[in-house]
């Protein structure tokens, strides 16, 4: 009995000092590569820092397939001014040109969302898939604004598709796949993090992209950007390089804003974009000192649009937008990527703060186009999808009402026309041509660019 407890102590002993020396060698080297967090039960966990623990190829097998390779083929006019300057005009020679990209399947029927400019003037449109079957397909509708267009194509079987996941939810630093088809070498796919969200790379402050570090080049543009899981949280639009190749930044178009435009689209036939009616700028400690205020992040309003949802809620000068919903607002595209996300009549919880105490109210979005300018006596309103294919434009305000008494005997030669561009201002759209007008003193001459209902080119001075 003595000899058998001896053998149990020694076989206690040494099961001690093998699990001793697995702490300590073992354990002490994979705590290198990951650290420890406190879960909600108090309990410990492993949270691992490295790309190795991570399992990619579900999420890149399952894209892969819903990611097609789109052509476009356009023809142009090519005039050679040596025969025209002996022989006189002859119209021209035309040439074919081909531009590529890449686009998403987003359902089993055949609808593929794509980036505008892969599309743009295209004459001829053919989607080659993963498996190579090719398809010619038909444009539904772009929005050139926020780079987002819409095709159909009639396949002879149901078609794999990706799912949409809510962008909003997604965070910085946090792993997704770039997945395209450029250049019909079918599928690529790249890995990266979430670098920041609410990228504005434009001076309006219109976009609200995703940036991420994962390797997106010009043929991939229409592509995909998934989470872990395969699920769609952004469209790649565009790069940021000197070269025109990859060299560190990519952006993409959130999925939340892409759903609503595809819906809008297939809907409506066009995008509906409702208008908090606001207008300011982003605070900093710059902006703070000038406006002699303590906080440094948010919106500050400057100015509220007459008749809008905002101006009905109550909304000030010198208020400052701390959240719309749920979302936290520190910048402009940050509020206009949020709004961008919603139609005309939806409502928003605005949460501000007037004279240091924070204040919400609903605010009832209403349609951009009910902002029209006076300026000059022209009423404008947004073009329609069908507009743009007619014209073959990406942008334009129509002339919808003429209320200046100097401009009566125009009339029917203006009313219905298509601006372009007013002082070389590009008219985008209603709201950014009116906020351009009303900055501009009635008695100052404009030059205006427009298209007529024949689809001539004209210029007036007013």
Known sequence: MKRLSSLFLVSLLSGATTLGAYKLFIEEKDSRNSIVTTAPDGFGRNVGLAAEGIDFTTAAENTVHTVVHVKNVSVRTVSDPIMEFFYGSRGGQQQEQIGTGSGVIISQDGYIV?????????????????????????????????????????????????????SDQVKVGEWVLAVGNPYNLTSTVTAGIVSAKARNLENNGLQSFIQTDAAVNPGNSGGALVNTRGE??????????????????????????????????????????????????????????????????????????????????????????????????????????????KRPNDKVQVTFIRDGETKSVPVTLIKNDLISTEFKGLELEDIEAA?????????????????????????????????????????????????????KDENQSVNIQMINRSGQLIQIIL
Do not use: C, W
Request: aromatic share 8%; net charge positive; hydrophobic share 35%.
């Open 114 to 166: 794509t980036n505008n400019h892969v599309v743009k003037d295209a004459t001829d449109l053919e989607v080659t898939l993963n498996n190579n079957k090719s398809y010619k397909a038909k444009l539904i509708g772009t929005d050139s604004k926020m780079d987002i267009a819409l095709l159909k194509i009639n396949a002879d079987e149901k078609l794999p598709y990706s799912t949409f996941a809510d």
């Open 232 to 341: 769609l949280i952004g469209i790649n639009t565009m790069i940021s390089s000197p070269t025109g190749s990859y060299t560190g930044y990519s952006f993409a178009i959130p999925s939340n804003i892409t759903r609503k435009i595809i819906e809008d689209i297939m809907e409506f036939g066009n995008v509906q974009r409702g208008i908090l009616g606001v207008e300011g700028g982003e605070l900093n400690s710059k902006a703070s000192k000038e406006l002699g205020i303590n906080d440094t992040e948010g919106f500050y309003i400057n100015k509220v649009t007459k008749n809008s949802g905002a101006e009905k809620a109550g909304l000030q000068k010198g208020d400052i937008i701390k959240k719309l919903d749920n979302q936290r607002i520190n910048t402009f595209s940050e509020l206009s990527g949020y709004i961008s996300t």
């Open 387 to 439: 507009d743009k294919r007619k014209f073959r434009i990406g942008y334009g305000v129509r002339i919808k009402d003429i209320n200046n008494e100097n401009l009566r005997p125009y009339y029917d030669q203006l009313k219905g026309n298509i601006i372009l561009s007013v002082d070389n201002v590009k008219a985008t759209d209603v709201q950014t041509i009116s906020k351009f007008l009303n900055n």
